[in-house]
């Protein structure tokens, strides 16, 4: 082993959300200038230290905290280069707020497995890290569906169908992304679960799960034609529909309001919702700058911008 890096990068459910898990498409986005950077540095003794924002300390002592999967896979990783007792210290360092819906442990496994196989000199094919970065996330997640760990190694956008590959779709020239945090976390579990409760007690709700799959149809066309306007349209389409599932709050529907009145071209939640993030499509990068200072002024606790250009 000899000091090596590994990045990775956030992501952001476009469109889709919550229709996705009725096998409808979605379209996630990676976020390129959200990153995480992982080093690892060689020790002579047998000491595996981590230093992260969210765990510091030996591996071994990770058994019962939010780490876990990750120092499982880091465990693993070092059984595939044969080298079980090897001394490093590791040293994460992540722009991603966790339980924001953006992808936060898929792109520290997706950075860990880049940063150990550098490290050994081994190359690293994206398949054979996808099947790695679901070492930590079946741990971490239980199910998970592949999203976070296909976007936060993706260069371009994603279609996703459950139960398919995903696959890179065309991606605009033209427009930015404001993503707003509301400062409550993201609720994954309980906002599939209320979703699945409205449906089961009234069926005639699955319109809502039928138009958002049609809306990401029409999207993936909208971003082949670079066309923003179309894009904005039908995020605010979809969050209407989202709101109707019941998986909106009144925190993020003043997000959403605050990002249209300063002209936006489109806003929604973006991930589980009940919680979480917005997305806000701006035309420019002037536009995006006073997205961005109104929703800061209306309460958001961070902010991120992603020109779709750059």
Known sequence: MHEASGT????????????????????????TTIRMQVTVTPRPQNE????????NGDIRQAKTTRFNGIATLIRQLL???????????????SDLPPERGMGSSAATAIAVIRCFYAAFDEPLDHDTLLRWADVSE???HGNPSGIDAATCSAARPQWL??????????QPQRGVIVIADSGVQGQTGAAVAAVARLLAANPEEQQHITA????????????AEDDIEA?????NAAQTHLQSLGVSSVRLDELISAATKAGAL??????SGMGGCILALTANEQAARVVDRALLQAGATQTWQYAFAG
Request: hydrophobic share 50%; no cysteine; proline share 4%.
């Open 8 to 31: 990775s990068h956030a992501k952001a459910i476009l469109i889709g959300e919550h229709a996705v898990v009725y096998s409808q498409p979605a379209i996630a986005l990676p976020i």
């Open 48 to 55: 595996q230290l981590v230093q992260s924002a969210f765990f």
């Open 79 to 93: 059984v595939r280069f044969d080298a079980k007792t090897q001394g490093f210290k590791l040293n994460i360092i």
């Open 138 to 140: 079946h741990i971490i």
């Open 161 to 170: 169908i459950r139960g398919h590959e995903p696959r890179n779709i065309a």
């Open 212 to 223: 958002l799959g049609q809306l990401t149809r029409k999207m993936a066309l909208a971003l």
């Open 231 to 235: 894009i904005g349209s039908m995020m």
């Open 266 to 271: 489109g806003a929604k939640l973006t991930g």
